[in-house]
């Protein structure tokens, strides 16, 4: 098997110990140079699933207006995917994917307020393999909560948000061993950056 190979099969494996908050899931992932761009792979391989994303419908759209419980579920929807209308089907998803191989810059900027300098490398390599993952486990909660009623359609995917960012602010504190506010910081920043490029766009 190619190392490009290797990388692919380990990158996956380690993104699903990361999203079932396995500490031991960071060995899997190959932690250099070489890894780090191959970790970018996981771009590639969550196209797919963000097109998928986006082409669902959100549950409670029709044409009645919707209860209370349904725009909740739909604000919550919105927040999980952090689409922008305007773009299109394929222009969120590259606004998803610009936003997602940038925010390392983001960080690489702020490094030495944020800490982030020593654990860079890793962070970004287990962040890429978890984000692959974390965008199917979106398509999945989604397709759900489609075919669920309103109430509950609401809080599968309310849920679903809480376990996403669980999963962020677990891999952070792993690569990075940062204190709990520094770590809860950078995860409101990855959380913000892709609604504020899509407003600067």
Same mark, same amino acid.
């Given at each position: 098997m190619s190392a490009g190979g290797g990388d692919l099969l380990r990158g996956i494996r380690g993104g699903l110990g990361l999203a079932r908050f396995d500490r031991r899931a960071l060995e899997l992932l190959r932690i250099d140079v070489g890894g780090f761009w191959h970790s970018f792979m996981a771009l590639l391989l969550a196209v797919p699933g963000? *097109?998928? *994303?986006? #082409?669902? +419908?959100? &549950?409670?759209? !029709?044409? @009645? &207006? +919707? #209860? +209370?419980d349904e725009e909740a579920a739909a604000d919550v929807i919105a927040t999980m %995917? %952090?689409?922008?209308?305007?773009?299109?089907?394929? !222009?969120?998803?590259l606004v998803d994917l610009l936003a997602w191989a940038s925010f390392p810059l983001v960080l690489l900027i702020l490094a030495r307020r944020t800490g982030v300098d020593r654990?860079?490398? =890793?962070y970004v390599v287990a962040r890429n393999w978890l984000s692959m993952v974390q965008v199917y486990v979106m398509v999945a909660v989604i397709a759900t909560a489609g075919v669920? =009623? /309103?109430p509950l359609a609401g809080l599968l995917t @309310?849920? /679903?948000? /809480? /376990?996403?960012? !669980?999963m962020e602010w677990f891999m952070t504190r792993l690569t990075l061993g940062l204190n709990s506010g520094a770590v809860t910081l950078i995860v409101l920043m990855a959380i913000l950056w892709p609604i504020l490029l899509a407003r600067l766009l």
């Amino acid at each position: 098997m190619s190392a490009g190979g290797g990388d692919l099969l380990r990158g996956i494996r380690g993104g699903l110990g990361l999203a079932r908050f396995d500490r031991r899931a960071l060995e899997l992932l190959r932690i250099d140079v070489g890894g780090f761009w191959h970790s970018f792979m996981a771009l590639l391989l969550a196209v797919p699933g963000y *097109l998928l *994303l986006y #082409s669902l +419908p959100v &549950p409670g759209e !029709g044409l @009645t &207006p +919707p #209860s +209370p419980d349904e725009e909740a579920a739909a604000d919550v929807i919105a927040t999980m %995917a %952090a689409g922008t209308d305007h773009f299109g089907l394929l !222009g969120d998803v590259l606004v998803d994917l610009l936003a997602w191989a940038s925010f390392p810059l983001v960080l690489l900027i702020l490094a030495r307020r944020t800490g982030v300098d020593r654990g860079f490398v =890793p962070y970004v390599v287990a962040r890429n393999w978890l984000s692959m993952v974390q965008v199917y486990v979106m398509v999945a909660v989604i397709a759900t909560a489609g075919v669920l =009623p /309103a109430p509950l359609a609401g809080l599968l995917t @309310t849920l /679903a948000l /809480a /376990a996403l960012i !669980g999963m962020e602010w677990f891999m952070t504190r792993l690569t990075l061993g940062l204190n709990s506010g520094a770590v809860t910081l950078i995860v409101l920043m990855a959380i913000l950056w892709p609604i504020l490029l899509a407003r600067l766009l």
